[in-house]
C-alpha cells in the first residue's frame, strides 16, 4: 500500500545520489531506448575517450567524449600542462573528426568557459552557435560550439526499417 498526503496523491522522496546504482542505470536506459526506438530514433550512446601517448607510453593529452543520436560531444579535453602549445588539443580534436568523418554523424559539439580558451576551438574550425553569460563571475561564461560534418548522408541515430 502506498503512503498518501492529505491531498490523497502518493508520497514521494527526491535523493540526491552521487552515482547511481546499476540496477537504475539499465532500468533507465532501457526504459529511455524504448521510448526513442517507438519514436524510430536510435539513443546510439557510447562512451569513449582519445588518449595521447609519447614513444614511452606516456600519457600527454586526454579527449573524453560520447555519442548520442547523431551527433558526438566532447566532455573534457585536457593536455598535460608541460605539453601545451604544442599542437596536441588540435591533434586530439583533429583525430576525433577523422574517426568519425563518413560514418554518418552529423555533427560534433562541446562547450567551455571563458578562461578555457573559447578561441581556440574557433581556430580549430568549429563555430560558435550562442554564449551563456555568468553574470557573476565572467570566467564561467560559457560558449557553445559546434562543427559540421560535410557528409551528405546521416545515418546515424536514426532507426532502419526492415
Request: aromatic letters at 8%; glycine letters at 4%; proline letters at 0%.
Given at each position: 500500500?502506498?503512503?498518501?498526503?492529505?491531498?490523497?496523491?502518493?508520497?514521494?522522496t527526491i535523493k540526491f545520489?552521487?552515482?547511481l546504482s546499476d540496477e537504475?542505470?539499465?532500468?533507465?536506459?532501457?526504459?529511455?531506448?524504448?521510448?526513442?526506438?517507438?519514436?524510430?530514433?536510435d539513443v546510439n550512446y557510447k562512451r569513449f575517450a582519445l588518449v595521447l601517448s609519447d614513444d614511452k607510453n606516456n600519457t600527454l593529452g586526454v579527449l573524453n567524449a560520447f555519442t548520442a543520436f547523431a551527433?558526438?560531444?566532447?566532455?573534457?579535453?585536457?593536455v598535460d600542462s608541460q605539453h601545451r602549445k604544442k599542437g596536441y588539443g588540435r591533434q586530439l580534436l583533429v583525430d576525433l573528426e577523422n574517426h568519425f568523418k563518413g560514418k554518418g554523424f552529423n555533427?560534433?559539439?562541446?562547450?567551455?568557459s571563458a578562461f578555457n580558451a573559447p578561441e581556440f576551438y574557433?581556430?580549430?574550425?568549429?563555430?560558435?552557435?550562442?554564449?551563456?553569460?555568468?553574470?557573476?563571475?565572467s570566467k564561467l561564461t560559457k560558449f557553445f560550439f559546434i562543427k559540421y560534418f560535410d557528409d551528405d548522408v546521416q545515418t546515424q541515430g536514426i532507426l532502419v526499417n526492415e
Open positions: 500500500m502506498q503512503n498518501r498526503n492529505r491531498a490523497g496523491k502518493d508520497m514521494t545520489v552521487d552515482k537504475i542505470e539499465e532500468k533507465m536506459r532501457e526504459d529511455l531506448v524504448r521510448y526513442e526506438s517507438s519514436h524510430g530514433i551527433e558526438i560531444y566532447i566532455d573534457d579535453m585536457w555533427n560534433i559539439n562541446l562547450v567551455t574557433k581556430k580549430c574550425g568549429f563555430t560558435l552557435e550562442f554564449i551563456r553569460e555568468n553574470v557573476k563571475n
